[in-house]
């Protein structure tokens, strides 16, 4: 690698970790700011308060990642065009394809690591900074009564309640029913269903079951039954940050049990999931705009390649935020929800580096 590469990749990689190191003291204080109340009121143990930020460092650097390598690219390419080091790169018989070569190395460098990061650490440090807000700051707010709920546990079970207390372990109207094929063999109903955890059992209350056999019905009924039922009463509703506390595998294993039992929820995991994917790419593109934006020496020096860079990045970040909240809640499709602000910015890249090659 010649003296140019190193020089810009050097530069590259030193600004962005100067961004990280700047940006995420700061939001760790304006976060503990806001919580030392609560961290006081609730005495929190001084080492779970460590270890939840941590995790914050980890989980705030993920969610922020593609901003860090924006900022760092038009900061750093603005000072070498002010400098007219980059007039002197050029003049020196250096093609533009030539001198973006050191960028596009340092932005994979820089997508392998985001890689890693949202696929092995950033879900365990989620779990961790979620876990400590729902077990310090929100407690009973973790998850909330749900009504209505179906699941299919697999091809021949089925399960529906209509009012589930996750707090409380119980649901109503609950019915449990088992299918050979298209065939009903057995149903299962009561109108209160308890999770014993102590004992690992269900309490039914006005427990009703109806076997189906060749030529006739067999019903057994019970004021109330303690059983064993083939389900975890927390498979009713898991959490609303289940999906982002999972490595790859683990997710791509957990949409495809929710997508047979019919999840509700299943397009807010579809998200995440094309998330892990979608951020570490977005580091060539935005690299590739913060260069076209920032290469070409302004009459207004660095603040105006700052003000146009930072309203590029602000309106990658709307599109992203918009449409992923639009695929969540609605049948918005999460592929392009989640893909499409990385397809317009990529040709928008193309046409900012071509007129800034010229």
């Known amino acids: 690698m010649k003296i140019l590469d190193w020089y810009i990749l050097k530069r590259y990689l030193g600004t962005f970790f100067m961004m990280i190191l700047l940006f995420i003291p700061i939001g760790i204080i304006v976060d503990l700011s806001e919580k030392i109340d609560n961290i006081l009121e609730h005495k929190v143990p001084f080492a779970a308060v460590v270890g939840y930020y941590m995790d914050f460092t980890v989980y705030f650097a993920n969610l922020l990642f593609p901003l860090f390598v924006f900022l760092s690219v038009i900061w750093f390419t603005s000072k070498l065009a002010n400098k007219t080091e980059i007039i002197a790169f050029l003049s020196s018989g250096v093609s533009f394809w030539r001198f973006l070569r050191p960028y596009m190395i340092g932005a994979i460098l820089i997508c392998v690591g985001a890689l890693a990061m949202g696929l092995f650490l950033a879900p365990k440090a989620s779990q961790g900074f979620n876990e400590f807000k729902y077990s310090y700051l929100k407690k009973h707010q973790k998850v909330q009564d749900t009504r209505n709920v179906y699941r299919q546990l697999n091809d ?203």
């Open 156 to 358: 021949s079970i089925f399960l529906y309640a209509n009012d589930f207390k996750p707090l409380k372990k119980s649901a109503t109207n609950f019915t449990l029913e088992y299918f050979n094929g298209n065939t009903l063999v057995t149903k299962i109903s009561a109108k209160k269903i308890t999770f014993i955890e102590k004992d690992s059992i269900y309490e039914l209350r006005d427990f009703v079951q109806r076997s189906v056999l060749e030529n006739k019905d067999i019903i057994e009924t019970a004021r109330e039954k303690d059983t064993i039922l083939p389900f975890n009463i927390d498979e009713f509703t898991p959490v609303s940050y289940v999906a982002e506390t999972l490595d790859y595998a683990q997710l791509n294993t957990f949409i495809e049990k929710e997508t047979k039992r019919g999840s509700s929820d299943i397009n807010r995991y579809k998200v995440v999931a094309y998330k892990r994917w979608s951020i570490p790419i977005s580091a060539f593109i935005l690299t590739i705009i913060g260069v076209a934006v920032s290469s070409i020496k302004r009459r207004g020096g660095m603040g105006i390649n700052l003000a146009i860079g930072i309203s590029l990045a602000f309106i990658f970040i709307f599109f992203d935020k918009v449409l992923g909240t639009m695929a969540k809640q609605s049948d918005f499709p999460p592929l392009i929800a989640v893909w499409f602000p990385n397809i317009a910015f990529g040709i928008l890249a193309i046409y900012l580096l071509y007129n800034a090659k010229r």
